[in-house]
T-cell receptor, first 112, second 114 residues
Framework: KQEVTQIPAALSVPEGENLVLNCSFTDSAIYNLQWFRQDPGKGLTSLLL?????REQTSGRLNASLDKSSGRSTLYIAASQPGDSATYLCAMVDGSARQLTFGSGTQLTVLP | DGGITQSPKYLFRKEGQNVTLSCEQNLNHDAMYWYRQDPGQGLRLIYY???????QKGDIAEGYSVSREKKESFPLTVTSAQKNPTAFYLC?????????????FGDGTRLSIL
């Protein structure tokens, strides 16, 4: 069974700092990996999707990388802002079931 | 605006009662999904449907049931057999095209026991 792990569970940083969120997965036969943002009491917003043939994707201040051989993905947030405060979840799609398996998330707080 | 609408936002269930959570999408998406989220945890798949009149069990289907009579609608019933139903329930949808289409989520329904 696939497992997705996100460490740390919570992170606080001062405004303006660049930061990296980590995601590790056990299935090297990954189809794609997705990063989502969840605000309190809300649904998930898709941020970035990296296909297995890609190494990274960028959207604005966000950059996500994928290293299948080590079973890791990172989400880099540049020049963090208080509005970036949320829970960030990563989820992988494996090559066979084609369903999302989620990590438990990293709760980010950006302090003004 | 296109999107996914879940209702109600909050729902309370009495012992022995079945309750139904609504999920409607106007994105013309083919596949729809139901997830359960417990505090501090990721999402777990309950049921999913790739086409109308067809659906499959996810990892935690016991105590739940679904139907897919229309493309736009995928209601979830939490039955009395689900002994620990208190959770945040999220509905999602996506276009066909394999796994490389991102899933879009509704704003969730929070279910509690009275």
């Amino acid at each position: 069974k696939q497992e997705v792990t996100q460490i740390p569970a919570a992170l606080s940083v001062p405004e303006g700092e660049n930061l990296v969120l980590n995601c590790s997965f056990t299935d090297s036969a990954i189809y794609n990996l997705q990063w989502f943002r969840q605000d309190p009491g809300k649904g998930l917003t898709s941020l970035l999707l990296i296909q297995s043939s890609q190494r990274e994707q960028t959207s604005g201040r966000l950059n996500a990388s994928l290293d299948k051989s080590s079973g890791r993905s990172t989400l880099y947030i540049a020049a963090s802002q208080p509005g970036d405060s949320a829970t960030y979840l990563c989820a992988m799609v494996d090559g066979s079931a084609r369903q999302l398996t989620f990590g438990s998330g990293t709760q980010l707080t950006v302090l003004p | 605006d296109g999107g996914i609408t879940q209702s109600p936002k909050y729902l309370f269930r009495k012992e022995g009662q079945n309750v139904t959570l609504s999920c409607e999408q106007n994105l013309n998406h083919d596949a729809m999904y139901w997830y359960r989220q417990d505090p501090g945890q990721g999402l777990r798949l309950i049921y999913y449907s790739q086409i109308v009149n067809d659906f499959q069990k996810g990892d935690i289907a016991e105590g739940y049931s679904v139907s897919r009579e229309k493309k736009e609608s995928f209601p979830l019933t939490v039955t009395s057999a689900q002994k620990n139903p208190t959770a945040f329930y999220l509905c999602a949808s996506r276009l066909k095209g394999g796994g490389n289409q991102p899933q879009h989520f509704g704003d969730g329904t929070r279910l509690s026991i009275l």
